[in-house]
């Protein structure tokens, strides 16, 4: 879909003059300026690792020194969960471990400068509302970041791909020791700083099936239907990309807040069962919610190319959905990307691609960040929770 009133020609305009001396070869410094990205999910935690280097220069699709050349580029990192592999005893607690030396090594970085930014950079693990409005502050309540003599920014928000691990079988989390309560798992991830859920990898667990079930049990558990209710109380934000579609109807109608599809394209253009149909994605929209743009070939079809990311948002966009699109890679969880996308560093490729397209340049950043960012906003739990006695939202809330 083409906005009515195109400003391509103003891609042309203002400053490309920015503090920072270094990019990634191949980025467009006016673009990744001025618009912000916000990417709902990536890999990288689960593999970055493998290669023994640090999240800042791995080399992995994401990693923070791509992430830096946008100025502000907030990653979900996820720890992907699969129950049908046995190294799942204890693996959640020991990559959120490992996440956090990792911040604690960007954030060190970050104040001493590097070769490729030498005035520094900021790190933020955000986990409230206030902290998501503040990463994405100078952009103008929207469009054009205004960050161009400040240090450029590396936000994350912390995520777990497959529920598994808040099952109440606390191996995953734990090892072999056990946890008292239901939901105290949850409980716990939440205080460690998790603030999404993936409800369903590819392996069905406690709460749901799976998208990819040749004969899916129907809907959500009893335990799931809590769940959801816990996730809401305590803002952690419900992804139902991976989950059925009898479960991704049944927590539509269930939960109090909106909720995304993380990383699906459309099923209409490519039929995989990992994908949303027309009706799916019209009822994230009626939610309030937002569908990221997976970059998986094998989800996108056609040509695996650039192209076939933006015939998805078109297609979304055709069925009323422009505020309702974002960006969801799947970088370093997918084996192949398209022609034109070889990682963080070519995400401005999608923005000129649509700016092009004459899309407007606030439809543009909706996609970019400002969709997934204003859903956030809303599930998010506010700032004074964290600085509260009380370690979580109370029950009654
Ligand atoms: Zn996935």
């Known amino acids: 879909m083409a906005g009515s009133n195109g400003r391509f020609e103003q891609n042309n305009s203002s400053n490309n003059n920015t503090g920072h001396t270094a990019q990634s070869p191949g980025i467009s410094q006016l673009t990744a300026r001025r618009f912000p990205i916000f990417d709902a999910h990536c890999d990288t935690l689960t593999e970055f690792g493998a290669h023994g280097q640090t999240l800042y220069d791995a080399p992995t699709h994401f990693n923070v020194k791509k992430q830096l050349a946008y100025g502000q580029y907030l990653q979900i990192a996820d720890i992907w969960v699969d129950s049908a592999k046995h190294d799942v005893d204890g693996r959640v607690g020991k990559y959120i471990d490992e996440f956090y030396s990792q911040l604690d090594i960007l954030k060190k970085a970050g104040s001493a400068g590097t070769a490729e930014y030498p005035e520094g950079f900021d790190v933020t693990l955000i986990r409230s509302s206030e902290e998501l409005k503040e990463f994405y502050e100078g952009t103008d309540g929207r469009v054009i970041a205004k960050t161009a003599a400040k240090k450029p920014k590396a936000g994350f928000i912390l995520g777990i791909e497959g529920g598994e691990c808040i099952d109440g079988d606390a191996a995953s989390f734990y090892g072999r020791e056990t946890c008292a309560g239901q939901f105290c798992i949850l409980k716990k991830l939440y205080r460690l700083g998790v603030r999404l859920i993936t ?148 995400m401005y490729k999608i923005i000129d691609a649509l700016l092009k397209l004459n899309y407007t340049e606030e439809q543009a950043e909706g996609i970019a960040s400002g969709n997934f960012r204003r859903v956030f906003e809303e599930v998010l739990p506010p700032v004074e929770m964290l600085k509260s006695e009380k370690t979580l939202p109370s029950e009654e809330a």
Request: aromatic share 6%; net charge negative.
């Open 199 to 346: 409800i369903t990898w590819n392996t069905p667990n406690k709460m749901s099936d799976t998208n990819i079930a040749a004969n899916p049990t129907p809907g959500l558990t009893e335990f799931g239907r809590a769940a959801i209710k816990e996730m809401n109380r305590l803002g952690i934000m419900i992804d139902l990309s991976h989950i059925s579609d009898a479960g991704f109807r049944d927590v539509i109608e269930l939960s109090g807040k909106p909720v995304i599809a993380s990383h699906s394209d459309s099923r209409t253009l490519c039929s995989h069962p990992r994908n949303l149909t027309d009706d799916m994605f019209k009822a994230l929209v009626k939610k309030g919610g937002v569908a990221g743009i997976n970059f998986c070939t094998g989800f996108l079809g056609g040509s695996k190319d650039l192209a076939q990311i933006i015939r998805h948002i078109e297609h979304f966009a055709s069925l009323g959905g422009i505020k309702n699109i974002g960006l969801g890679s799947d970088f370093d969880g997918i084996s192949e990307l398209p022609g034109g996308i070889e990682g963080a560093q070519s």
